[in-house]
């Protein structure tokens, strides 16, 4: 298999720009979205920003519903070629809740297909859960004109008691793009308060970027 992408922690610099997360925090991706804007106020997106697209495509969306299990194998198999094989052993993966879900709906986040594809093809005894869920759906960033601060998400944020054991010993928090960092950070600080000092480290698909181009 050919492959291009190489796993990056996000350095000091980029840390300035991913708002919400802390010197000390471990967060690693290998793809960049990018969103290139022109004079025109044209958009162009780039060929990531393409896989997250289809890898959201949602159950109802039937014109376009056979693009995402490609995606998820995709994204899937670049994981697999990326992380260590004791990562995969060591760690409890742990989706970011979809801004759809809540404690009364559990949709199956598409994150979670890519975590049962690993499971299939490579780590059958890979630990995944969907363990964090919210009280009340939300917004997503660009659906929303204000965006929620850290304290706001993690105070909508609860634990799925079913999934609590065992208890992880190391955690993962898995999304596909990092932005602003602040669904991370949420999420991080309310493991905390159930597993205190775990180390919970986050490992997403792709850093968000938007440039402004004269082209």
């Known amino acids: 298999m050919s492959f291009r992408h190489r796993l990056t922690r996000?350095?000091?610099l980029e840390l300035r720009e991913v708002v919400a997360l802390e010197e000390n925090d471990l967060c690693y991706y290998w793809r960049t979205r990018t969103t290139i804007k022109n004079i025109s106020s044209d958009k162009l997106y780039s060929e990531?920003?393409?896989?997250?697209?289809?890898?959201?495509?949602?159950?109802?969306?039937?014109?376009?519903?056979?693009?995402?299990?490609?995606a998820i194998e995709q994204c899937a198999h670049e994981m697999i070629a990326l992380l260590p094989p004791e990562v995969f052993r060591q760690y409890t993966f742990i989706p970011i809740p979809a801004s759809k879900s809540s404690k009364n709906v559990y949709p199956v986040s598409n994150l979670t297909y890519v975590l049962e594809q690993i499971k299939k093809i490579a780590y059958p005894s890979l630990d995944s859960r969907e363990?964090?869920?919210?009280?009340?759906?939300?917004?997503t960033n660009h659906h929303s004109s204000q965006r929620q601060s850290v304290e706001e998400l993690a105070r909508n944020y609860c634990i799925r008691d079913k999934f609590m054991h065992p208890i992880p010993q190391k955690i993962i928090l898995f999304?596909?793009?990092?932005?602003?960092?602040?669904?991370?950070?949420?999420a991080q600080n309310h493991l905390l308060q159930h597993f205190s000092e775990i180390k919970i480290i986050g490992i997403f698909i792709a850093r968000s970027i938007d440039e402004c181009r004269d082209i």
């Open 10 to 12: 996000l350095d000091e």
């Open 48 to 70: 990531t920003h393409s896989l997250i697209s289809n890898l959201k495509i949602k159950e109802k969306e039937i014109n376009r519903l056979h693009h995402r299990q490609p």
């Open 131 to 139: 363990l964090i869920t919210q009280y009340e759906p939300t917004l």
């Open 175 to 186: 999304d596909d793009v990092i932005s602003a960092g602040r669904h991370f950070k949420a």
